[in-house]
């Protein structure tokens, strides 16, 4: 899942870049809602790999990732999922390295993964979704009321660059202290012309 970069390699080195965008929006006890963006820039390398900049949201949701040299994948999981465990250690001063292990865990032992269809641009393409749901089995989470129904989905398809067509983390508290949702869904791409470095967000394009 991790290397979910594929459609990235129908990239030739030498040719214009590809942004692809995404859009992001939350609905939070704490924050309220919020739509944003977070724009991918590839640029392939006669190697194979990939150099990477991500622009990940805006203004004062802005997370400032480093670009990623000779990439192989798609690192728009690893950022959401980052970013998201630092929301978790904001709102429950809970260890980031604690959450962060459940969730690798379990990808490993807990991942339930069923075929499924999309419709995109009027027609049926087969996706995978992903379904997590890392402190549910846990005995710590006890200390953080709403965590153990947490639960993240991953929806894959190689019809979309990259192939994460959606990333959604929900955590539904009953008791309201730690009420959470968040949605990532691809929305297009775009070419990028540039020698070197991330170019202009789509937006000014």
Same mark, same amino acid.
């Given at each position: 899942?991790? #290397?979910?970069? %594929?459609?990235?390699?129908?990239?030739?080195?030498? *040719?214009?870049?590809?942004?692809? @965008?995404?859009?992001? =929006?939350?609905?939070?006890?704490?924050?309220?809602?919020?739509?944003?963006?977070?724009?991918?820039?590839?640029?392939?390398?006669?190697?194979?790999?990939?150099?990477?900049?991500?622009?990940?949201?805006?203004?004062?949701?802005?997370?400032?990732?480093?670009?990623?040299?000779?990439?192989?994948?798609?690192?728009?999981?690893?950022?959401?999922?980052?970013?998201?465990?630092?929301?978790?250690?904001?709102?429950?001063?809970?260890?980031?390295?604690?959450?962060?292990? #459940?969730?690798? %865990?379990?990808?490993?032992?807990?991942?339930?993964? *069923?075929?499924?269809?999309?419709? @995109?641009?009027?027609? =049926?393409?087969?996706?995978?979704?992903?379904?997590?749901?890392?402190?549910?089995?846990?005995?710590?989470?006890?200390?953080?009321?709403?965590?153990?129904?947490?639960?993240?989905?991953?929806?894959?398809?190689?019809?979309?660059?990259?192939?994460?067509?959606?990333?959604?983390?929900?955590?539904?508290?009953?008791?309201?202290?730690?009420?959470?949702?968040?949605?990532?869904?691809?929305?297009?791409?775009?070419?990028?012309?540039?020698?070197?470095?991330?170019?202009?967000?789509?937006? %000014?394009?």
């Amino acid at each position: 899942m991790f #290397r979910g970069g %594929q459609r990235y390699s129908s990239l030739e080195p030498g *040719t214009d870049r590809l942004v692809a @965008r995404e859009a992001a =929006a939350a609905n939070a006890d704490d924050a309220g809602s919020y739509t944003d963006r977070v724009d991918i820039d590839v640029r392939p390398r006669a190697d194979g790999g990939k150099d990477v900049w991500t622009d990940f949201l805006s203004a004062e949701r802005h997370v400032p990732f480093p670009p990623l040299m000779d990439f192989h994948g798609n690192p728009v999981v690893m950022f959401f999922l980052e970013r998201d465990v630092g929301e978790m250690h904001r709102l429950t001063g809970g260890a980031a390295t604690y959450f962060r292990n #459940r969730i690798r %865990q379990a990808f490993v032992d807990q991942a339930q993964v *069923t075929a499924i269809e999309l419709q @995109r641009d009027g027609k =049926a393409v087969p996706a995978t979704e992903i379904t997590l749901t890392p402190f549910a089995q846990d005995q710590h989470v006890a200390v953080f009321p709403g965590l153990a129904e947490k639960r993240y989905r991953f929806v894959l398809s190689e019809s979309v660059p990259g192939r994460i067509v959606e990333i959604r983390s929900e955590a539904p508290s009953k008791t309201g202290q730690f009420s959470t949702t968040e949605t990532m869904t691809f929305v297009g791409e775009a070419p990028c012309t540039g020698d070197i470095g991330p170019c202009a967000p789509v937006s %000014q394009q």
